[in-house]
């Protein structure tokens, strides 16, 4: 199986996008900075997933990406494919030409070992829902910060409570009166 960082990349944006959506569309410069993935790269990669309607674009100021469909009906396979990621262990590319020589008729002894591995790959993949990988995250107490709202984490409750962010107060230390300034002079006299 050949996996790059190019699919690796795709479904990890996709989870940290489907983490995050709910509090509106998600920048691809936050994701960049999360996950240390090069800007222009992950504007490449969104451009695909766009065409494949597995995500949508706002422009403008709040602008940034959501989900086109429910995190349950895209899985890890639809990324891959959308993002260009071949799925496929054999040496032919699965076109069956793995020898040239008539007497095993262009197929290498493996072929069928890796085309079935193939198969197992793209119903796992395909089993595989964002979902599951955004319900998982979750439950190793990933806790998301938002700017309008900050989650509060209550030992012993399942769900968290969510309370407006209040702003801690800067305590100013008294101004020292300048030595020649005009108001100074004036109070002075």
């Known amino acids: 199986m050949r996996l790059t960082t190019k699919g690796r ?3 990890t944006a996709m989870i940290d996008l489907a983490l995050r959506e709910t509090h509106g569309p ?3 410069a936050g994701i960049s900075q999360r996950q240390k ?3 222009s790269y992950l504007e490449q ?8 309607n597995i995500v949508e674009s706002t422009r403008g100021p709040g602008g940034g990406y959501t989900l086109a469909r429910k995190a349950d009906e895209i899985s890890v396979a639809d990324i891959i494919v959308a993002v260009d990621e071949p799925l496929d262990a054999t040496q ?11 007497e095993n008729h262009g197929l290498c002894m493996t072929h069928d070992l890796w085309t079935n591995l193939n198969s197992k790959m793209v119903d796992y993949l395909s089993s595989v829902s964002l979902r599951d990988l955004v319900q998982q995250q979750e439950g190793r107490g990933i806790v998301l910060h938002d700017l309008r709202h900050k989650k509060i984490k209550i030992e012993g ?17 008294p101004k020292r009166p300048l030595v020649n ?7 002075q006299s």
């Not at 407006?164 to 107060?169: E, G, L």
């Not at 300034?181 to 109070?187: H, T, V």
């Open 9 to 11: 990349f795709a479904v």
């Open 26 to 28: 998600v920048t691809l």
């Open 157 to 173: 409750v399942k769900s968290e409570r969510t309370a407006p962010v209040v702003a801690a107060k800067k305590e100013i230390a």
């Open 45 to 52: 990669l969104f451009g695909k997933l766009r065409r494949f």
């Open 92 to 102: 032919c590319g699965g076109k069956g030409n793995c020898h040239s020589d008539e």
């Open 37 to 39: 993935i090069s800007l």
């Open 181 to 187: 300034s005009i108001f100074n002079l004036a109070q």
